[in-house]
């Protein structure tokens, strides 16, 4: 019975905090539904560009059979190699392919080729759209009645032997930095609350702003020590290659790490404990991994969730650390997403400073 009465007790505690109710009822909610529809391997949604050099009737019809594939979402006409690099720089296409310009005189025999050039960058992405190129290819030829199977020469860039390093490195280092830096914001000001420090805190000279400011430095200067080991790590263990400008991924960092520790500070402005801290920084983590391409491509996702992702800094800053790591991006290219990250910084930690004006007014 004394048991039963402690249980009682327990149940009774949870309801009637109603911050905890929300925690454990509301968040599992949003997130199987979200998960489900995220955390997909199918390769769907896919934007090709084709580069037809034959013209021939048997060109136009084997275009049209790509463009009926249940996995092409645009099938966009280009007209020379420069026009495809420009589109696969900036995510535009997955990859394209070049039909060669004797395809209808050589068809049937042993020189029918087709080239397909793919981003090396997203590996997983990519080898899948090859196996359905490769598998329309074989319906094209069913069709045809063509007895030679027709040959695809595949090509990737920016990724040329599919390094499995070269790509989850970079998006592990915006992870890794991402929990470090979110952790250490959000514990901050719950952890001054729970050591009973916090009203001493509030009776000293500091403003509410400077106080927001002293809590958010400390985690930004050691999340930015963590990058530097990660990116020694990334290049120097993991060889990971990096043509860009050491510069530019270090300005992207740090807006990086300002967004999510305003992100963190919010999150401790709104909790009262440690532990609500924790999970209210989780609750915006796990999504965070799902909707940023982490784990599975945007393009794949259902077209009402991906705009979605719109609003995850994640998202923005693993383009730019790929596109720094193996492309070496242009700043007008790196720009746009510096701009969104800074906005959702500035945004947050505004709302940061508004809340806690408001809690200890």
Same mark, same amino acid.
């Given at each position: 019975?004394?048991?039963?009465?402690?249980?009682?007790?327990?149940?009774?505690?949870?309801?009637?905090?109603?911050?905890?109710?929300?925690?454990?009822?509301?968040?599992?909610?949003?997130?199987?539904?979200?998960?489900?529809?995220?955390?997909?391997?199918? %390769?769907?949604?896919?934007?090709?560009?084709?580069?037809?050099?034959?013209?021939?009737?048997?060109?136009?019809?084997?275009?049209?059979?790509?463009?009926?594939?249940?996995?092409?979402?645009?099938?966009?006409?280009?007209?020379?190699?420069?026009?495809?690099? @420009?589109?696969?720089?900036?995510? @535009?296409?997955?990859?394209?392919?070049?039909?060669?310009?004797?395809?209808?005189?050589?068809?049937?025999?042993?020189?029918?080729?087709?080239?397909?050039?793919?981003?090396?960058?997203?590996?997983?992405?990519?080898?899948?759209?090859?196996?359905?190129?490769?598998?329309?290819?074989?319906?094209?030829?069913?069709?045809?009645?063509?007895?030679?199977?027709?040959? %695809?020469?595949?090509?990737?860039?920016?990724?040329?032997?599919?390094?499995?390093?070269?790509?989850?490195?970079?998006?592990?280092?915006?992870?890794?930095?991402?929990?470090?830096?979110i952790i250490l914001s959000a514990l901050s000001i719950t952890r001054e609350k729970e050591l009973g420090t916090f009203e001493q805190i509030l009776v000293s000279p500091l403003s509410s702003y400077e106080i927001l400011l002293g809590k958010l430095i400390p985690g930004f200067i050691i999340s930015i020590i963590v990058s530097t080991v990660i990116l020694s790590l990334a290049i120097f263990y993991f060889k990971v290659p990096f043509n860009g400008s050491l510069s530019m991924l270090y300005l992207g960092v740090v807006i990086f790490l300002f967004t999510i520790s305003g992100v963190g500070l919010f999150i401790s402005s709104l909790c009262k404990?440690?532990?609500?801290?924790?999970?209210?920084?989780?609750?915006? &983590? &796990?999504?965070?991994?799902?909707?940023?391409?982490?784990?599975?491509?945007?393009?794949?996702?259902?077209?009402?969730?991906?705009? %979605?992702?719109?609003?995850?800094?994640?998202?923005?800053?693993?383009?730019?650390?790929?596109?720094?790591?193996?492309?070496?991006?242009?700043?007008?290219?790196?720009?746009?997403?510096?701009? @969104?990250?800074?906005?959702?910084?500035?945004?947050?930690?505004?709302?940061? &400073?508004?809340?806690?004006?408001?809690?200890?007014?």
């Amino acid at each position: 019975m004394r048991l039963f009465a402690l249980i009682k007790k327990e149940f009774l505690a949870i309801k009637n905090d109603k911050k905890s109710m929300f925690v454990i009822i509301v968040p599992p909610l949003l997130q199987i539904f979200i998960f489900s529809f995220a955390a997909t391997t199918e %390769v769907k949604h896919v934007d090709l560009a084709v580069f037809d050099r034959d013209g021939s009737y048997q060109s136009r019809e084997f275009i049209q059979e790509l463009k009926g594939s249940s996995y092409i979402k645009n099938l966009i006409s280009i007209q020379n190699y420069d026009e495809a690099k @420009k589109l696969i720089g900036v995510k @535009k296409i997955i990859g394209f392919l070049v039909i060669p310009d004797n395809f209808a005189e050589n068809l049937g025999t042993q020189d029918s080729k087709i080239q397909l050039i793919l981003d090396g960058r997203r590996s997983n992405t990519a080898q899948i759209v090859e196996g359905y190129v490769s598998q329309t290819l074989m319906r094209f030829q069913a069709k045809e009645g063509v007895q030679n199977p027709l040959e %695809v020469y595949s090509r990737y860039i920016y990724n040329q032997n599919l390094t499995n390093f070269w790509w989850i490195v970079p998006n592990l280092f915006g992870s890794i930095t991402m929990l470090l830096a979110i952790i250490l914001s959000a514990l901050s000001i719950t952890r001054e609350k729970e050591l009973g420090t916090f009203e001493q805190i509030l009776v000293s000279p500091l403003s509410s702003y400077e106080i927001l400011l002293g809590k958010l430095i400390p985690g930004f200067i050691i999340s930015i020590i963590v990058s530097t080991v990660i990116l020694s790590l990334a290049i120097f263990y993991f060889k990971v290659p990096f043509n860009g400008s050491l510069s530019m991924l270090y300005l992207g960092v740090v807006i990086f790490l300002f967004t999510i520790s305003g992100v963190g500070l919010f999150i401790s402005s709104l909790c009262k404990t440690q532990q609500q801290a924790i999970l209210g920084s989780f609750v915006f &983590l &796990l999504p965070s991994f799902l909707l940023s391409g982490f784990s599975s491509p945007i393009e794949n996702m259902p077209l009402w969730l991906q705009p %979605v992702s719109d609003f995850i800094p994640l998202k923005y800053y693993i383009i730019l650390i790929k596109g720094v790591f193996l492309k070496d991006i242009s700043f007008a290219i790196a720009m746009p997403l510096l701009i @969104k990250m800074f906005l959702m910084g500035s945004v947050s930690l505004v709302a940061a &400073l508004i809340l806690f004006k408001k809690k200890t007014g």
